[in-house]
């Protein structure tokens, strides 16, 4: 299996993901020739000094020359342009391109005609860790042990490339899920986009008009809202990219508390129990935390 994974492997982008990336190869694929891309100097010499490339610059073509897989963990507004600066470098002629992307629908349509005539092949990519933290110093070993990663391979997905790009991120410890991107960006609306957003909503419900109530916050309060805390530049990016999804999955939400509100107001308390058994039921659905 081994002589059939990439060895000369660039990375995007050296925050929590492609940093988490890295740590990751350096472990599981620990011969492989890493390169990492950093938009500034003072990044791509922390990579350096932490040991995590073999090459680390902020110049496309020094990285991507002899790449035979490149990450893009960079945000999805500045991938059209790199898409067309790997093009420029000389690349292996298997070369497979993927991203780790929140949003794919934008991303697939973007970058599929970009590559189409290349020598590479792209094929989306969404592995389903992260952190409410961001930055290499938050990047873990450990980020994709057990995780799911969502592959997003179209009519035009060479088979060649997707059996690559299922070895790679199986060699790092993920689980597969393969489905379009017009699926996945379903999907993840309701289980990643829209519970961002309602835990945004219960924050400032919660403490806006009343930050005294801070001294008696809890772990429920925690758990429920840890999301909250993401980095607020990348998730509006995500959401503006994924709008309409979330639009429908945010009125579903909304729909839930008008019928809560409405049995609250209505001293209804078979409905509520009927509400809460539900929503239980749903909940322990959910597969533990691996």
């Given amino acids: 299996m081994s002589e059939s994974l990439p060895t000369n492997i660039a990375i995007f982008g050296p925050g929590l993901l492609g940093g988490s990336l890295a740590l990751a190869l350096r472990k599981h694929q620990p011969k492989a020739h890493l390169r990492i891309w950093a938009r ?13 490339a073999d090459i680390a610059s902020t110049d496309v073509r020094t990285v991507c020359d002899g790449a035979d897989f490149i990450i893009l963990c960079t945000p999805v507004a500045s991938m059209l342009e790199q898409a067309k600066e790997i ?10 391109i993927t991203d780790v992307g929140s949003v794919k629908g934008t991303v697939v349509n973007t970058l599929d005609p970009v590559f189409a005539n290349a020598r590479a092949a792209f094929i989306g990519s969404h592995p389903m860790a992260g952190s409410e933290k961001a930055g290499l110093d938050a990047a873990r070993v450990d980020l994709f042990d057990g995780k799911t990663c969502i592959l997003t391979p179209t009519l035009f997905t060479r088979d060649v490339a997707l059996a690559k790009i299922r070895r790679f991120w199986k060699s790092i410890g993920c689980r597969l899920l393969e489905m379009s991107p017009d ?13 961002h957003l309602t835990a945004a909503a219960v924050a400032i419900a919660a403490l806006k008009n009343d930050p005294g109530a801070l001294e008696c916050v809890g772990n429920g309060f925690r758990n429920t809202t840890r999301i909250a805390a993401g980095d607020p530049g990348l998730w509006s990016g995500i959401v503006w990219e994924n ?32 509400f809460l058994d539900e929503a239980k039921k749903l909940r322990d659905l959910v597969p533990d935390k691996v």
């Fill in 40 to 52: 500034r100097d003072s990044a791509a010499e922390e990579v350096k000094q932490r040991g995590l």
């Fill in 243 to 274: 709008r309409e999804e979330i639009i429908t999955a945010v009125r579903a939400a909304r729909d839930g508390m008008t019928e809560l509100l409405a049995m609250l107001e209505k001293v209804d308390e078979k409905g509520l129990r009927r």
């Fill in 87 to 96: 093009l420029s470098a000389s690349l292996a002629t298997d070369c497979v």
């Fill in 183 to 195: 699926e996945h960006d379903h999907n993840v609306a309701r289980i990643s986009h829209m519970p």
